[in-house]
Nanobody, 125 residues
């Protein structure tokens, strides 16, 4: 059984930084792709970043390129999202997701099979 648990959200001023964590159980990183998505009130869930550790490949949304970095610790089976230079428009609930049976870091919400419960990120201006 796959379980994903996010942590690290909070309130930060514009220009600040946060690091989100996603602890995964039930799968090993090397056999999956994992990603981060976010959903702001009244908006659809959108892609933020995704990674394939086996293929050493990462994808980022244009809106976060150069500011956010996805990484992982295989020993801890934990994925991270380092978010720098945060903007008010980054405010959202952030979800981690796992894509089973494929290692391609897709940008598509529907390509992911398991989801965490989400963690709130609020950036004040």
């Amino acid at each position: 059984q796959v379980q994903l648990v996010e942590s690290g959200g909070g309130l930060v001023q514009a220009g600040g930084s946060l690091r989100l964590s996603c602890a995964a159980s039930g799968r090993t990183f090397s056999s999956t792709a994992m990603g981060w998505f976010r959903q702001a009130p009244g908006k659809e869930r959108e892609f933020v970043a995704a990674v394939s550790w086996r293929d050493s490949l990462a994808n980022y949304a244009d809106s976060v390129k150069g500011r956010f970095t996805i990484s992982g610790d295989n020993a801890k089976n934990t994925m991270y999202l380092q978010m720098n230079s945060l903007k008010p428009e980054d405010t959202a609930v952030y979800y981690c997701a796992l894509r089973d049976y494929s290692t391609y870091p897709s940008m598509g919400v529907r390509d992911y099979d398991y989801w965490g419960q989400g963690t709130q990120v609020t950036v004040s201006s």
